[in-house]
């Protein structure tokens, strides 16, 4: 039996994991303030009911007043730089994808085949160099690190611009038998040498965020995230005991923070336009003290803040976990600076 | 009156959809397709509640879209992919490290059962875009440029994680020890 009929199976039986969907409708219903169907063909008699509500809600929010305006003071913009490599001489093997540009997530040939995952580190992240198993090596004179397993063979080096480059060639069916391959260490280096990075994009949110909490750092800056035009902010804040290190299958010792820094994320910020999403008299939500000027609502959990109403739009703040607290998450949405579009 | 809510419904049809029609007609397979995703039943309640609650607020430019399913079930997929979903993850596949014991094969039957499990095993501890990747394609039966533009990324970028997690598939039904490899996530 191969591969691929095993895991249709495997993944029919997953089905077994399917949620009550009375239960996930029930939620559903609390939390956006609605009637409770009892079961699902019910929930069409609400109909007009729910339009009406969401029509008074809709009248209600436009009707607040302004949020105060900005001081004027200079603010550090929220912002996420991201570029790519682009490659002058690839190996032959690699050569039928060279007219591809290959992206931060990994762009590569199909099974089979040699993969290449190309990306650029964030402006701030570098990595650690010296760590077991990883040679010196230089490209155009600027630092680097190299190491190559039966498996892969991985680079990182110093772009012009500052940023750091990543660069990994490996076989896409190596753990299958047979398939192994010699490390490609010199054709690494060589590539690393041909590489130029594109011309960089940015992606600006529409705050900025002059108070953050002690160790907090944004990791990821996104627009349309959730939602058509949302703007979304991805804070971590690394506690003092993670694991910085560690090994992977072949015997690789890397890096965990510079590759997987989001993973000990701590905050969202969200604010999305249009108030139509907001219903005051949500089950759930619970009154709490005013963010700049404006009327802020907090779920039952504590998690979330809600700000309706700010420039035009949904202020949602949500802590992932209790080393974020209520009141810091309270304090971020009182420094928001609003930045505009 | 009731609707079948399919996923060509003209322009007129579409306008006229209500919320709770769509959800009636859509949350059983909603619900089924974050079941397969997440293999989790309660962090799938989660992510399709999160969703609707989300979409409610977002109906009326999401029925104006030309298939509000398939924006709906993006939803779904992004809910579930954001990082917020993934440090859940990422503590259950640290804490599963070492990964599970090989069953004995002593027959055809019985090989299948202990591939099955392992593949099972397997993806569990594939990246989430990895994971999410195979069942758009092996359970809603996608094709590469469907599920990248579901994604955000190239058909060639849904080519190399498929690519990968196949052969990690492969590599779990020949080793009992598959251990999470770094170098997905950056």
């Known amino acids: 039996m191969n591969v691929e009929t095993i895991l249709a199976e495997v993944l029919a039986d997953r089905e077994r994991h399917t949620p009550d969907p009375d239960e996930v409708l029930r939620r559903v219903s609390a939390r956006t303030a609605r009637r409770v169907p009892h079961r699902l063909v019910v929930a069409l008699a609400a109909v007009v009911v729910l339009v009406l509500a969401a029509a008074v809600a809709a009248v209600v929010l436009q009707r607040r007043s302004e949020p105060p305006a900005d001081p004027g003071e200079p603010v550090r913009p929220v912002q996420e730089v991201r570029s790519d490599l682009r490659f002058g001489w690839l190996p032959d093997d690699l050569a039928a994808a060279a007219s591809r540009e290959f992206g931060t997530q990994g762009d590569g040939p199909p099974a089979k085949q040699p993969y290449l995952i190309s990306s650029v580190y964030a402006v701030d992240e570098a990595p650690v160099l010296g760590e077991p198993g990883w040679q010196s090596f230089e490209v155009g004179g600027r630092p680097g690190r190299i190491v190559s397993r039966p498996t892969r063979s991985i680079a990182d080096w110093r772009l012009p611009s500052g940023r750091w480059a990543h660069l990994e060639v490996g076989y896409t069916d190596h753990l299958e038998p047979g398939n192994r391959q010699p490390g490609v260490e010199n054709d690494l280096r060589r590539m690393a040498a041909s590489a130029t990075e594109t011309e960089p994009t940015t992606t600006t949110a529409r705050f900025a965020l002059p108070y953050l909490p002690p160790g907090c750092v944004v990791v990821s800056v996104g627009r349309g995230t959730y939602d058509v035009e949302d703007d979304t902010v991805e804070i971590s804040r690394i506690p003092p005991d993670a694991e910085r290190v560690d090994t992977t299958q072949d015997g690789i010792v890397d890096d965990l923070w510079s590759q997987q820094r989001s993973m000990f994320g701590v905050l969202t910020v969200i604010w999305t336009p249009g108030t139509d999403g907001f219903d005051r008299t949500g089950a759930g939500l619970v009154r709490e003290a005013p963010v700049q000027g404006l009327a802020a609502w907090h779920d039952s959990s504590g998690l979330r803040l809600l700000v309706p109403g700010f420039h035009g739009g949904i202020l949602e703040l949500r802590r992932l976990t209790d080393r974020v607290t209520g009141p810091e998450l309270h304090k971020v949405a009182e420094g928001l600076r609003w930045t505009g579009p | ?186």
């Open chain 2, 1 to 186: 009156m009731t609707f079948e809510v399919h996923e060509e419904l003209s322009g007129e049809l579409r306008m006229a959809l209500t919320f709770d029609e769509f959800v009636a007609a859509r949350l059983p397979s909603l619900s089924r397709y974050a079941g397969v995703l997440t293999g989790d039943r309660q962090l799938a309640e989660d992510v399709v509640q999160e969703v609707l609650v989300r979409a409610y607020g977002k109906w009326p430019r999401i029925r104006s879209t030309e298939r509000p399913e398939a924006y709906v079930k993006a939803m779904v997929t992004r809910e579930y992919l954001s990082w917020r979903r993934r440090l859940a993850r990422r503590a259950a596949l640290l804490a599963g490290k070492g990964g599970p014991p090989g069953e004995p094969i002593v027959a055809d039957h019985a090989a299948d059962v202990a591939r099955r499990a392992d593949v099972a095993a397997m993806l569990e501890r594939l990246s989430a875009r990895q994971r999410t990747v195979l069942v758009l394609r092996y359970y809603e039966g996608l094709t590469d440029v469907e599920i990248g533009d579901m994604l955000g990324c190239s058909a060639g970028t849904v080519r190399t994680y498929h690519a990968r997690a196949l052969a990690r598939l492969r590599g779990a039904m020949e080793t009992a020890d598959p251990a999470p490899m770094l170098g997905e996530a950056r």
